[in-house]
Every structure is written in structure tokens, then in C-alpha cells.
């Protein structure tokens, strides 16, 4: 019974972050005839201002993000091609990445050898999850079983991780860069106010991812104990 309570506290502050995210942005999607260029246009503009004319600007559709792997700033269709106070935070944002990436912020890089780990580490988890009972059943060994369940929760640890690596991550970018290069110049003061309330949203966004993995875990423990 306390399980299930913890569990729908967890899922209720998973839900409740990302919901208001999509709000807050949704918000401010509207377009803006008084910008001069879309999110696209701006990203390659404060790149070429900061001398990272080999840093790609791209359109994707899963979600916007930076690459440092192939050095790419990814940006969803509306958000490279409009122009709205989200579109330009939004791409200001992830040109902090790339800024990141540039000046090597320590955080990044872990954060990326962390992700090339954890990319098939939660799968793994799961797998390992479900054979647990199985193979503890036909070893008769529990050193077996706990060494299996272990493992599962190092994956699925690893998962917890990397959401954890990233909220700093995505806090320097926001704050740290792509507010005080929107504020200076690029954006009416009248607008730095609901820009951070864009960029506040984004790090919630990883919040809610966190607690997410954390709920996923739970539900596996859970699971094993019936």
C-alpha cells in the first residue's frame, strides 16, 4: 500500500512538471512580426558571432537538442522555422550547448560518455529484471539471483544517472548562456521575463525524466517483491 501511494506521489510530480512545460511553451508559440529571424536563422547567427561556423543547424523531429557527436544544433520544424519567443529561446538554448561544447564544460562531457553507456543500459535492466526469477528458479542459487538483480539495478541506475548529470547541464546552458546572450540585445526587455519562464520549463522537463526513471525503478522493485 505505501509502495502504490509513493508510486502515485512520484507519477503526480512526473506529470505535473512536463504538463506545465508543454503549457508554457505552447504559450508562447505565437508568431512575432517584430523578430527579425525564426529560431534557425538566430542559432546560426550567435554560432557565426561566436566563431562555430562548423556547428550545423538542422531540423529534427525528435525533440530539440544538441549533438557532439557530429556538432549539430537540431531544432524541431517549429521551432527553426518560426519566429515566436519560444522558437528563439528555444534555439538561444541549445546554442548554449554548443558553447558548452566549445569551451569544454566538464558537465557535457560526462553527461555524453554517461548517455553512449546508459543507451542500452535500461533495456538491459528490464531483461535482466525479467529473468530474474526465472534462472534463480532453475540454478537454486541465490547468489545467482542477487547477482542478476544487481545488475538490473545498476542499469536502471545508470538511467537515474544521466538524468541527474543533466539538469546542471541544462541549467548552465539556459541561465548561464542563452539568457545573457538574449538579453543582450536580441530580445525587448519587456520579454526576458516570460523567456525564462521558457527556459525554466525546459529544465523541468529533465526533472520530470528523473523522477520518471526513479518510478520505473520502483515499479520494478515492486514487481520482484510480490
Not at 542559432?43 to 538542422?58: F, I, K, M, N, P
Request: proline content about 4%; aromatic content about 6%; some cysteine.
Amino acid at each position: 500500500m505505501l509502495i502504490a501511494i509513493i508510486g502515485l506521489v512520484i507519477l503526480a510530480l512526473t506529470l505535473l512538471p512536463a504538463l506545465w512545460a508543454r503549457a508554457v511553451l505552447r504559450r508562447y508559440s505565437g508568431t512575432r512580426g517584430d523578430y527579425p529571424g525564426s529560431g534557425g536563422e538566430l542559432a546560426r547567427h550567435l554560432l557565426d558571432r561566436h566563431g562555430l561556423q562548423q556547428v550545423t543547424v538542422e531540423t529534427t523531429e525528435q525533440g530539440d537538442h544538441y549533438d557532439p557527436a557530429v556538432r549539430a544544433v537540431r531544432l524541431s520544424a517549429e521551432n527553426f522555422g518560426g519566429r515566436s519567443l519560444t522558437a528563439v529561446t528555444v534555439a538561444a538554448h541549445e546554442v548554449g550547448h554548443a558553447l558548452q561544447d566549445h569551451t569544454g564544460y566538464a558537465p557535457l562531457t560526462w553527461r555524453t560518455r554517461l548517455v553512449r553507456v546508459a543507451q542500452g543500459a535500461e533495456k538491459a535492466g528490464a531483461l535482466l529484471m525479467l529473468a530474474l526469477p526465472v534462472l534463480a528458479v532453475l540454478t537454486r542459487a541465490p547468489s545467482a539471483g542477487l547477482v542478476l538483480f544487481l545488475a538490473g539495478l545498476a542499469s536502471f541506475g545508470t538511467a537515474i544517472l544521466v538524468h541527474l548529470v543533466t539538469l546542471p547541464v541544462e541549467l548552465d546552458a539556459s541561465y548561464r548562456r542563452a539568457l545573457p546572450l538574449l538579453a543582450s540585445g536580441y530580445l525587448p526587455q519587456a520579454d526576458l521575463r516570460p523567456a525564462r519562464q521558457i527556459l525554466t520549463a525546459c529544465a523541468f522537463t529533465y526533472i520530470a525524466a528523473s523522477l520518471f526513471s526513479v518510478l520505473n525503478l520502483a515499479r520494478w522493485l515492486a514487481i520482484l517483491r510480490r
